[in-house]
């Protein structure tokens, strides 16, 4: 089983950045396909970008949002840059197995606790 620990999420006003970090631990893979979701109040969780032998997206973070991933560190980042203060929401990383990055939350076995993103207008 592998463990998943987000970090990173604070409040900060609208065209701020953060940085948000998922440290993976336990039976972890350099081959898991490693994503973050967002669930705002009220809302669906939804997908926001994906790594594995490539990198996708959400088209709202395009250009924006940057995920990147450190195998030695079994670590996955995302960097966010120009956030909005519809950004808000609980940030999830997840693990799915597989080498296709989907962007369907129910395909990944794995969550972890979330962190809290606040863009301020």
């Known amino acids: 089983q592998v463990q998943l620990v987000e970090s990173g999420g604070g409040l900060v006003q609208a065209g701020g950045s953060l940085r948000l970090s998922c440290v993976a631990s336990?039976?972890?893979?350099?081959?898991?396909?490693m994503a973050w979701f967002r669930q705002a109040p009220g809302k669906e969780r939804e997908f926001v970008a994906g790594v594995s032998g490539y990198i996708l997206y959400a088209d709202s973070v395009k250009g924006r949002f940057t995920i990147s991933r450190d195998n030695a560190k079994n670590t996955v980042y995302l960097q966010m840059n120009s956030l909005k203060p519809e950004d808000t929401a609980v940030y999830y990383c997840?693990?799915?197995?597989?080498?296709?990055?989907?962007?369907?939350?129910?395909?990944?076995?794995?969550w972890g606790q979330g962190t809290q993103v606040t863009v301020s207008s």
């Open positions: 997840a693990a799915a197995s597989g080498v296709f990055v989907v962007t369907t939350s129910a395909l990944y076995h794995t």
């Open positions: 336990g039976r972890t893979s350099s081959t898991y396909v």
